[in-house]
């Protein structure tokens, strides 16, 4: 079975460039979440959705990040401008099944790093 | 609010030892539930156990055991004759009934040397 996919594994780039991250869900699987992983402040979920509808942003540390979901079976994460205190690694997560006992799933992230 | 504390930043053991890992959990809610993952060198993160609070039962997969006491709010993890591919990050996690997002510890590294 085919598991959380994100892309790209790894993306360097300028400051001040546009960085789009991508996820795709498992199959079936109707809440999905983004999250950062630092050193300093380890894993942090950054915006998670439900049927597609964005449900808590509140982690999104600045408007320069944005997450779209247009359907169920893909969603991005978007750094415009992007900063070097943006470096991290995003993971995207999701969950299927009926009730919050059931486990996130996580892709094998994509590490970030803004020159 | 929702905590989970991880006391431990770092362990190593010798291969074969047998290691615990501590997980201290906060909520206020009566239905919540826990989970641990593994995050190896290669830096993907695998989901490894849940449980819910109303189920105390402790639970053994073959070298890995968890141990959930209300009692003190913990959910500790125990790895019995580690081996050296058991090294990694291992976290615990909360989640409380009424909230879809799980709060992570902190994490602790695990070194199992040969």
């Known amino acids: 079975d085919a598991g959380v996919i994100q892309s790209p594994r790894h993306e360097v780039t300028e400051m001040g460039q546009e960085v789009t991250l991508r996820c795709k869900p498992i199959?079936?699987?109707?809440?999905l979440f983004w999250y950062r992983q630092t050193m300093m402040r380890g894993l942090e979920l950054l915006i998670y959705?439900?049927?597609?509808?964005?449900?808590?942003d509140s982690g999104m540390p600045e408007d320069r990040f944005s997450a779209k979901m247009p359907n169920a079976s893909f969603s991005t994460l978007k750094i415009q401008p992007s900063e070097p205190r943006d470096s991290a690694v995003y993971f995207c997560a999701s969950r299927g099944g009926t009730g919050r006992f059931q486990p996130q799933h996580f892709g094998d992230g994509t590490r970030l790093s803004i020159l | 609010a929702q905590k989970v504390t991880q006391a431990q930043t770092e362990i190593s053991v010798v291969e074969k030892e047998d290691v615990t890992l501590d997980c201290v959990y906060e909520?206020?809610?009566?239905?919540?539930?826990l989970f641990w993952y593994k995050q190896p060198p290669s830096g993907e993160l695998v989901f490894l156990i849940r449980?819910?609070?109303?189920?105390?039962q402790n639970e053994i997969s073959g070298r890995y055991s968890w141990n959930f006491q209300k009692s003190t709010s913990s959910f500790n993890f125990t790895i019995t004759a580690s081996q050296v591919v058991d090294s990694a990050v291992y976290f615990c996690a909360l989640s409380e009934g009424g909230d879809d997002k799980i709060i992570f510890g902190k994490g602790t590294r695990l070194h199992i040397l040969p």
């Open positions: 909520t206020r809610d009566t239905t919540y539930y």
């Open positions: 199959s079936g699987h109707n809440s």
């Open positions: 449980r819910n609070s109303f189920d105390e």
């Open positions: 959705f439900n049927n597609n509808v964005p449900i808590d």
